[in-house]
């Protein structure tokens, strides 16, 4: 279900095949089950698709690739064009802009071809001798998948903490590497949570969090050192409550290994432990309170708290170290605002960082420690997407940030917090003619049905005609408070340049407007997410940017969801739906804790054990309320190993939608057997999987170059 990420879009209409030649869908077999909860029974034709290991099930999930396969074989040529244009756009040998953490300068960089990053430092400066730390297409070779989860450096330089996911499970083995002579240790941690590691300052003993493998929650945090048996490993905190994530990681002072407990919307808490003393007990810095999030950073001898404590859109506070249990000695840094949400912070020797959000923007706040002089950055766009980037040192008067809009490629600057200089390292270079210039963007808000003004980002080429004839592709996401910035994409510019209008609708349940934006999109809320996009849509439509024939919709994961949804409640709105690893069948997975995250996700959902929650879901949940009536087309993908959203979702769905659609329009489900959420995990790989997407929308409007 959470967090993700997302890229995907809709059928075609095979005109040039005889009705003898047109391929059969599958057809699952129908096998019904009741489900009782509340005194209320319903009852689960396709529950049985949950049986991963069945012979039935893959055979039914391959059948439905094949006939994927049979309907797009007539837009195979533009599929195959698509994938060279997206890729041909790439600068293929690249490289990040180095970071300097400790005495080394640290990058990634791209071989021509090569599918995975190629991690790697210099010492002293960029003219040192490159160290190649981990070679990520050596280490994909033999996987149909790999994901490499990160990676730690220890205080003294010489070990890194590195893992790995081989089955795109997001169970992560933990391995260290001496960098000096390449040894990887014989230890292997299974089970892991990949990236939330963290050395102690003695460099040799490591702090990691262990997932269950069946919940997929981390729950646990294991004390190891090098050399010894795994098994023999200490456990140094348990989290009893499985509503809550676990994250781990050294602060940025370096003084404090830190464990954060986060229920999203309803706690968080953190457990410190100074590097300096391994052996020692976490101490809690702040005991979790229910309706109170707060998250730190600790500099000299005091923490900054973001905390929303009698504070909805959060406050920035210090407190003296020693003192964090004492809210009474919390003092308030920055109070407040109604109309800003606080973000996120960075901390500097003579600077304080603040990522704020106000009118939907991202902006960045400068202050100077010393005079309290403090300054917004001017990105100067309609809309964007600026945000504080890593910045490992305290002592530099430099701020790294990341930049992005609709027409503007990803960007990273340094900023002279002093001497106001911003200084361009690097934009990302698009290849094959790209110039800025030949593309607008617009940031309008429309009204509603209940009033609220939903703010949207859009972008076209320069001469599109905004008079009903231009196709439109409307994207959204709407959960978890995550806000949907309006960022570049290379790939999009494939639908732009064909005549697309590209539109973000920023939809209560994110975060965009303020954590009220969050608040009245989500649990007994829920509907208002689906009804701002509807309106949105309608909106495109009276408006003229588009028409009924020419308007596709996307979403992912939750925002699968969100498709689901408004397909049920206005299908006639939609040329065709892409749901991307969707989530729709609400009630039915809320039900069952023994399925990944579902225990985590009662505080976005409600847990539907209780009637009024179970009355509200289902009365939105998009595989309960199919019904009788013409759906558009509709490209539903998923993975087979898919840790967040499981498969049987998207396919349980399409099988309920084949015997209750009245319509004509395609119906596609498309499994990726090899991996999960994310779908394909090299670079080029994920490109094959949107050129489908693409040739797939582009051939219902008749574009076929």
């Not at 439509?541 to 024939?549: E, G, H, L, V």
């Not at 539903?636 to 396919?651: C, I, K, M, N």
Request: with cysteine; proline share 4%; net charge neutral.
């Amino acid at each position: 279900m959470k967090h993700l990420c997302f890229t995907l879009i809709t059928t075609l209409t095979l005109h040039s095949m005889t009705q003898a030649q047109t391929p059969v869908p599958p057809k699952a077999a129908v096998k019904p089950k009741e489900l009782v909860t509340n005194g209320h029974t319903r009852v689960d034709n396709y529950y049985y698709l949950n049986e991963r290991e069945n012979p039935e099930v893959i055979k039914y999930l391959n059948d439905e690739n094949a006939y994927v396969d049979q309907m797009l074989a007539p837009v195979k040529t533009l599929q195959d064009k698509l994938f060279t244009e997206l890729k041909g756009r790439i600068k293929e040998q690249d490289e990040s802009v180095p970071y300097k953490e400790g005495n080394f300068f640290y990058y990634s960089r791209y071989i021509t071809g090569g599918e995975y990053p190629i991690h790697c430092r210099r010492k002293g400066s960029m003219q040192g001798t490159e160290e190649i730390l981990f070679d990520g297409n050596a280490m994909a070779k033999g996987h149909n998948y790999y994901q490499l989860g990160g990676y730690e450096i220890s205080d003294n330089e010489e070990l890194a903490i590195f893992s790995e996911d081989t089955v795109s499970r997001r169970l992560y083995t933990l391995r260290v590497k001496n960098l000096k002579t390449g040894t990887i240790y014989p230890e292997a941690i299974a089970n892991t949570e990949g990236g939330s590691v963290a050395w102690a300052a003695d460099n040799k003993t490591l702090f990691y969090v262990k997932k269950d493998p069946q919940t997929l929650l981390g729950y646990q945090v294991y004390r190891h050192v090098l050399g010894t048996d795994p098994k023999a490993d200490v456990l140094v905190y348990e989290e009893k409550d499985n509503q809550f994530y676990m994250g781990l990681h050294r602060s940025k002072s370096k003084k404090y290994v830190e464990i954060v407990s986060d229920h999203n919307g309803v706690a968080t808490e953190y457990q410190l432990l100074e590097a300096s003393q391994p052996n020692a007990a976490f101490k809690t810095f702040l005991p979790r309170q229910k309706g109170h999030e707060y998250d730190i950073v600790h500099y000299q001898n005091k923490f900054y708290v973001r905390t929303n404590w009698k504070a909805e859109n959060f406050r920035l506070m210090e407190v003296p170290e020693g003192k964090t249990a004492d809210m009474a000695a919390w003092k308030e840094v920055i109070p407040h605002r109604p109309d800003v949400y606080l973000g996120n912070m960075d901390v500097f020797v003579n600077h304080l960082v603040l990522g704020e959000r106000k009118a939907g923007l991202t902006n960045i706040r400068v202050i100077n420690q010393k005079t309290k002089a403090d300054e917004y950055l001017d990105f100067g766009e309609p809309a964007y997407v600026a945000g504080i980037g890593y910045n490992p040192d305290f002592n530099t008067n430099v701020l790294r940030f990341g930049y992005s809009s609709l027409t503007t490629p990803s960007s990273t600057f340094d900023y002279n917090m002093d001497t106001k200089v911003k200084t361009l390292l690097k934009q990302q270079e698009v290849l094959g003619g790209f110039d800025k210039n030949n593309y607008a963007s617009e940031r309008i808000y429309v009204k509603s049905r209940d009033g609220v003004q939903v703010p949207v980002s859009m972008v076209y080429r320069k001469g599109t005609k905004k008079d009903g004839s231009a196709p439109l592709l409307q994207y959204a996401y709407g959960s978890y408070g995550y806000s949907t910035d309006p960022g570049f994409s290379s790939t999009r510019l494939s639908l732009l340049d064909r005549g697309f209008i590209f539109a973000i609708a920023h939809i209560r349940g994110g975060q965009e407007m303020g954590r009220r934006w969050y608040e009245d999109g989500k649990m007994l809320k829920k509907k208002n997410t689906f009804n701002d996009f509807v309106d949105v849509s309608k909106y495109l439509i009276d408006t003229k940017y588009t028409s009924a024939d020419k308007l596709f919709a996307m979403g992912g994961s939750a925002g699968g969801l969100l498709m689901g949804a408004v397909i049920n409640q206005a299908p006639q709105l939609y040329r065709g739906v892409v749901a991307a690893v969707p989530f729709v069948d609400v009630v039915t997975t809320m039900l069952d804790e023994s399925i990944p995250l579902t225990t985590g996700e009662f505080e976005e959902w409600g847990n539907p054990k209780n009637k009024p929650y179970y009355d509200y879901m289902l009365s939105y949940s998009p595989y309960d309320n199919v019904t009788k009536q013409a759906y558009p087309n509709l490209l539903v993908t998923t993975g087979l190993h898919d840790s967040q959203v499981q498969y049987w979702e998207p396919a349980k769905w399409v099988a309920k939608l084949r015997t209750m659609t009245t319509g004509t329009n395609q119906l596609l489900l498309h499994t990726n057997m090899e991996a999960g959420h994310g779908g394909a995990s090299g670079r080029f790989q994920a490109l094959k999987e949107i050129a489908l997407e693409y040739a797939f929308m582009l051939n219902l409007v008749g574009i076929q170059q």
